[in-house]
T-cell receptor, first 110, second 112 residues
Framework: QKEVEQNSGPLSVPEGAIASLNCTYS??????FFWYRQYSGKSPELIMS????GDKEDGRFTAQLNKASQYVSLLIRDSQPSDSATYLC??????????FGSGTRLQVQP | KAGVTQTPRYLIKTRGQQVTLSCSPI?????VSWYQQTPGQGLQFLFE???????NKGNFPGRFSGRQFSNSRSEMNVSTLELGDSALYLC???????????FGSGTRLTVV
């Protein structure tokens, strides 16, 4: 079992819709959770961090964390074609380095 | 504030050669991590340094090594290059891993 799992996609949504990206992790002591966006040919860019159960909103992005279910998600409201990218989930468990999922490719159709 | 700087941006090397990649973290960041990214394997963790000490190491052969200097700048070295080492090598810095990482633009290594 991979430590951080994501559906590779592609996830295709129409412009203006809500995109829902999911991630599960295996290490129960995980403490910090991050979402990165990576455009093709570019390096990952941190877009959201979440540390406690519940929702955290930042603009059109909402991160959701459920530690009991070992599940973290990212919602993108009013999706735009410029949101088309690969979204990487990353998890930090104590003093270990960040562990990344393999990413979900999102395509927003105009 | 300057971001994470990686040099060089592109490299072409021949099998059997060695290569050194450089990373300058964001000012004040003492943690530097290195990742290898390939289309098939995603982001694979290489190693993490904090205040000149290697704190974590990924599952890579001993041909991959790194170090961190007193000014937090870091280098990674790959010896006896293999074709499979062709990848994007990413450096990331942070205050601590709890705050997430900021990535550099990466070094794209091609081994021929």
């Amino acid at each position: 079992q991979k430590e951080v799992e994501q559906n590779s996609g592609p996830l295709s949504v129409p412009e203006g819709a809500i995109a829902s990206l999911n991630c599960t992790y295996s290490d129960r002591v995980s403490q910090s959770f991050f979402w990165y966006r990576q455009y093709s040919g570019k390096s990952p860019e941190l877009i959201m961090s979440i540390y406690s159960n519940g929702d955290k909103e930042d603009g059109r992005f909402t991160a959701q964390l459920n530690k009991a279910s070992q599940y973290v998600s990212l919602l993108i409201r009013d999706s735009q074609p410029s949101d088309s990218a690969t979204y990487l989930c990353a998890v930090n468990a104590g003093r270990r380095a960040l562990t990344f999922g393999s990413g979900t490719r999102l395509q927003v159709q105009p | 504030k300057a971001g994470v700087t990686q040099t060089p941006r592109y490299l072409i090397k021949t099998r059997g050669q060695q290569v050194t990649l450089s990373c300058s973290p964001i000012s004040g960041h003492r943690s530097v991590s290195w990742y290898q990214q390939t289309p098939g394997q995603g982001l694979q963790f290489l190693f993490e340094y904090f205040s000149e000490t290697q704190r974590n190491k990924g599952n890579f052969p001993g041909r991959f090594s790194g170090r961190q200097f007193s000014n937090s700048r870091s280098e990674m070295n790959v010896s006896t290059l293999e074709l499979g080492d062709s990848a994007l090598y990413l450096c990331a810095s942070s205050l601590t891993a709890d705050y997430g990482y900021t990535f550099g633009s990466g070094t794209r290594l091609t081994v021929v």
